[in-house]
């Protein structure tokens, strides 16, 4: 029924694993002995809800990325609408929830021992600028598996920790280079620029891309409240 359409004797088994959202899950599920995960194991073996699954299994192209060297250190201006809140990192719970078999509430320990991936892409505000970044983090997709969404899931929504929301479709949350980052430049991410988690993306605006995320809700319909910068007229798509 599903094939992955890459000739398996070129393709090195990072590679395959990178491709596959099941199997980078099972690496996940594999790679770490928390009771948490324990009977996500038994469950991650039935069938994941048709077009995640689809989503997972055909990723969309991966947006070219920057050689390291093309880092803009100083070009990333923080732009905050309001304040910057100060969350503890040891008390900090990443809530998963809306139309899921598996709500979750995941401390950083939780979130940083799944894979880790670096990518250096441009980030884009509409505002009129833009900077190369590298940005490193835990690919939103493998948490979205994690949390098993049902059958018509098709957004994700946001909530962050200064009062900012937003809403994505499920195709670009799943994307390959859509991450929860936790680190910016090679170093932890700064507390101005999203810390402890934040999106980071090369496929869309810079007002996408949620800085202290602190809820992620898997919804079938789109929220009322699209984003805050949506809901002051700014495209809900945004696409890069
Ligand atoms: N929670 C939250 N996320 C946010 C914003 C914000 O004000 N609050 N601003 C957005 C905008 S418009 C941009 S361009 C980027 C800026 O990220 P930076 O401040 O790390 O450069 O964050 C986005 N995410
Ligand atoms: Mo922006």
Same mark, same amino acid.
């Given at each position: 029924?599903? /094939?992955?359409q &890459?000739?398996? $004797?070129?393709?090195?088994?990072?590679?395959?694993?990178?491709?596959?959202?099941?199997?980078?899950?099972?690496?996940?599920?594999g790679?770490?002995? &928390?009771?948490?995960?324990?009977?996500v194991?038994?469950?991650?073996?039935?069938?994941?809800?048709?077009?995640?699954?689809?989503?997972?299994?055909?990723?969309?192209?991966?947006v $070219?990325?920057? =050689?390291?060297?093309a880092?803009?250190?100083?070009?990333?201006?923080?732009?905050?609408?309001?304040?910057?809140?100060?969350?503890?990192?040891?008390?900090?719970?990443?809530?998963?929830?809306?139309? &899921?078999?598996?709500?979750? #509430?995941?401390?950083?320990?939780?979130?940083e021992?799944?894979?880790?991936?670096?990518?250096?892409?441009?980030?884009?505000?509409?505002?009129?600028?833009?900077?190369?970044?590298?940005?490193g983090?835990?690919?939103?997709r493998?948490?979205?598996?994690?949390?098993?969404p049902k059958?018509?899931?098709?957004? &994700?929504?946001?909530?962050?920790?200064?009062? !900012? !929301?937003?809403?994505?479709?499920?195709? #670009?949350?799943?994307?390959?280079?859509?991450?929860?980052?936790? /680190?910016?430049?090679?170093? =932890?991410?700064?507390?101005?620029?999203?810390? =402890?988690?934040?999106?980071?993306?090369?496929?869309?605006?810079? !007002?996408?891309?949620?800085?202290?995320?602190?809820?992620?809700?898997?919804?079938? /319909?789109?929220? =009322?409240?699209?984003?805050?910068?949506?809901?002051?007229?700014?495209?809900?798509?945004?696409?890069?």
């Amino acid at each position: 029924m599903r /094939q992955i359409q &890459v000739p398996k $004797p070129y393709l090195p088994r990072r590679r395959f694993l990178q491709l596959s959202g099941i199997s980078s899950l099972g690496l996940i599920l594999g790679g770490c002995g &928390v009771s948490l995960f324990d009977d996500v194991v038994q469950k991650a073996t039935e069938p994941l809800n048709e077009s995640v699954e689809t989503l997972l299994f055909n990723p969309q192209k991966p947006v $070219p990325e920057f =050689p390291a060297s093309a880092i803009e250190p100083d070009a990333l201006l923080v732009n905050t609408f309001d304040f910057t809140p100060d969350l503890d990192p040891a008390k900090f719970r990443l809530t998963v929830d809306g139309e &899921v078999n598996r709500p979750m #509430s995941l401390s950083l320990a939780e979130v940083e021992r799944m894979p880790l991936t670096s990518m250096t892409i441009r980030h884009v505000c509409v505002e009129g600028w833009a900077a190369i970044v590298q940005w490193g983090g835990v690919r939103l997709r493998d948490i979205v598996a994690l949390a098993q969404p049902k059958v018509n899931v098709r957004y &994700v929504y946001f909530k962050s920790a200064d009062g !900012y !929301y937003e809403s994505w479709d499920l195709a #670009s949350a799943l994307h390959p280079q859509t991450l929860l980052a936790y /680190q910016k430049n090679g170093q =932890p991410l700064p507390i101005e620029n999203g810390a =402890p988690l934040r999106l980071a993306s090369p496929i869309k605006l810079g !007002y996408k891309q949620s800085k202290w995320i602190t809820q992620i809700t898997l919804l079938s /319909q789109k929220p =009322p409240s699209l984003g805050y910068w949506e809901d002051r007229g700014y495209e809900w798509f945004a696409g890069l």
